[in-house]
Every structure is written in structure tokens, then in C-alpha cells.
């Protein structure tokens, strides 16, 4: 089957931007189906093991020289394919935001 041509207003996932599925962008769609899997089954569930992941996904790409739109948007369409509450939406978010923009804890204290 053949894909559809992506339209130029259409941003590509992490593992697209990134030309295929790297650790963290594979970590990132694990650590979102692990989430929505306990959470389905009624599990104490944690972002922490998102947070890691969508953090790895921001270095990465900005490594890449992506952008922060690129990035922000990247995450998004990420969440998009694992549908999950607005409070781990908006968390991702924030995540994303604020990794690309402050330095990472070991550069904080040098």
C-alpha cells in the first residue's frame, strides 16, 4: 500500500522528522502505550518515565537543529497517535517547552 504524499501544512512525528524511530522517540510511543495501558486497567500510574522520554525526544531534535515550533509540534502529533487525558497532554507539553528552552540540570550547575 502506498502512503499518502504528506501536504506542506502537515509536521512530521519525532520519528519522521528524525528520519526513522530512534531510542528516544521509541521510548517516548512505549513509555505513552504503557501509560494508557495501566491507566485502562485501573493502575497507579506516573508521567515520570513520559517526562524522561519527551525530554530525550527535545535533546535529540534540538541536536538535530530542529526548531522549537518543529519540536513543540513534533510532540504533539507524538501524543496525537496515543490518546491520553488533557493533564498528560498539557504536562507534555510543559516538558517540551521548558526542556528545549532551560539548560538541562547538569549544565545548571556547572
Not at 512525528?13 to 524511530?21: H, I, K, N, S
Not at 526548531?67 to 497517535?81: S, T, Y
Request: proline share 5%.
Amino acid at each position: 500500500m502506498s502512503q499518502k504524499p504528506r501536504r506542506s501544512n502537515e509536521l512530521a512525528t519525532p520519528a519522521e522528522a528524525l528520519g526513522g524511530g530512534t531510542l528516544p522517540v521509541l521510548r517516548l510511543d512505549a513509555a505513552l502505550a504503557r501509560y494508557r495501558s495501566r491507566f485502562a486497567r485501573g493502575h497507579d500510574v506516573s508521567l515520570k518515565e513520559i517526562e524522561a522520554a519527551v525530554c530525550s525526544v527535545v535533546d535529540e531534535m534540538k541536536a538535530d537543529d530542529r526548531g522549537p515550533v518543529e519540536v513543540l509540534l513534533a510532540i504533539k502529533r507524538q501524543l496525537a497517535a496515543h490518546p491520553a487525558s488533557a493533564t498528560v497532554h498539557s504536562a507534555a507539553v510543559h516538558w517540551c517547552i521548558e526542556r528545549y528552552y532551560l539548560p538541562k540540570q547538569d549544565e545548571r550547575s556547572s
